[in-house]
Structures are given as structure tokens and as C-alpha cells.
């Protein structure tokens, strides 16, 4: 098993980095998907931090024209 971790400022951002790692997986390969969102603020700004932890099973990696895929 594998974990990979992704870390935006913008959760357009993070959608589009998860979704193209799940492009190269298949549907077997996926174990599990964690969503966290956080929040900081101080006097001048709200920052925010969307995460996203996948963990799947790395021997099944396959190319993209290969199997069938999540999308």
C-alpha cells in the first residue's frame, strides 16, 4: 500500500491535481480518499489549506491507455 498527499491553496487546484492522479489509476488500485479542509486567520488574511490523502496500491499502476479507468 501507498499513500500520495496533496496540499492546495484553492480547492479548484486540488481537484484537478486529484483528479489526474486518479487517471492513472484503476478502479482496484484505489483503497481509500481523505478530504481536510483548514482554516487559519490572523489580523490581515484568512488562509485557507485543502488536502487531500489517497491511499491505493502501487503494483497495479497502470499507463493511461491501459485497463479501464475512473475517468
Given at each position: 500500500?501507498?499513500?500520495?498527499?496533496?496540499?492546495?491553496?484553492?480547492?479548484?487546484?486540488?481537484?484537478?491535481?486529484?483528479?489526474?492522479?486518479?487517471?492513472?489509476?484503476?478502479?482496484?488500485?484505489?483503497?481509500?480518499?481523505?478530504?481536510?479542509?483548514?482554516?487559519?486567520?490572523?489580523e490581515?488574511?484568512?488562509?485557507?489549506?485543502?488536502?487531500?490523502?489517497?491511499?491505493?496500491?502501487?503494483?497495479?499502476?497502470?499507463?493511461?491507455?491501459?485497463?479501464?479507468?475512473?475517468f
Amino acid at each position: 500500500m501507498r499513500v500520495k498527499i496533496f496540499d492546495e491553496s484553492h480547492e479548484q487546484d486540488l481537484e484537478i491535481k486529484v483528479n489526474e492522479f486518479l487517471k492513472k489509476l484503476t478502479p482496484e488500485q484505489l483503497i481509500d480518499l481523505q478530504y481536510q479542509v483548514a482554516v487559519l486567520y490572523d489580523e490581515r488574511e484568512q488562509i485557507y489549506c485543502f488536502s487531500c490523502l489517497i491511499f491505493y496500491h502501487e503494483n497495479k499502476l497502470t499507463l493511461a491507455s491501459e485497463t479501464k479507468k475512473f475517468f
